[in-house]
């Protein structure tokens, strides 16, 4: 039995994770026809998520990546978020698109689009693993989701708790039993 069947319970299995993350690569492949690509992953919680969908994205693609941290009061996200690790290269007139691991609140998500369209880049979209609709306070669009899921706190597939649990390979909820 793997070590962490112990502790977390399966929400999205593995398989049904990489059958969805192939076939949005596949609809971004699509899409992005003739453009110059970059996905913007946000560290940490989107790397695998980022990984797996980049190989599935069959164009000439760079890959960047923007950390991000929200400043919390009380158990709540305030909306301020700060960035800790910034993009290297300049984006103006490049298709930037988003990679996010979850879109709770939508106040990151808020903040990177405004951040990000200030560089003049040619165009600016969203693509998020998971969207919990029940908690948004703000409206975001999202162009590429890949499951929406109830208000739960989830861990794995780059989701932590305390840092830990990043690297199973599924989403799904601690055990409380
Ligand atoms: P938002 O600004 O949309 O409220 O928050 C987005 C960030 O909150 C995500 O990038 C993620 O780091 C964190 N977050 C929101 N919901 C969850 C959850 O259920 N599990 C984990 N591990 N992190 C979450």
Do not use: W
């Not at 693609?61 to 800790?84: F, N």
């Not at 903040?111 to 560089?119: D, Q, V």
């Not at 908690?135 to 708790?161: N, P, Q």
């Amino acid at each position: 039995m793997p070590f962490y069947d112990q502790y977390v319970e399966v929400m999205l299995s593995a398989e049904k994770i990489q059958a969805r993350v192939k076939e949005l690569g596949e609809q971004i492949t699509r899409e992005y026809q003739g453009k110059d690509l970059t996905l913007v992953g946000i560290m940490k919680g989107s790397l695998p998520f980022l990984t797996d969908l980049a190989r599935h994205v069959d164009l000439p693609v760079t890959i960047e990546v923007m950390g991000v941290s929200s400043y919390q009061g009380g158990t709540e996200t305030t909306g301020e978020v700060r960035i800790t690790h910034d993009l290297t290269k300049p984006m103006a007139n490049r298709h930037m698109l988003i990679v996010e691991d979850i879109i709770d609140t939508g106040l990151t998500m808020k903040f990177l689009i405004e951040n990000l369209s200030a560089r003049h880049p040619a165009s600016v979209k969203v693509c998020t693993l998971l969207e919990k609709p029940s908690r948004a306070k703000v409206k975001v669009a999202i162009d590429y989701k890949g499951f929406v899921i109830e208000d739960r706190f989830v861990v794995g597939y780059g989701l932590d708790y305390g840092e830990k649990y990043r690297n199973l390979p599924f989403v799904g909820v601690m055990r409380t039993d």
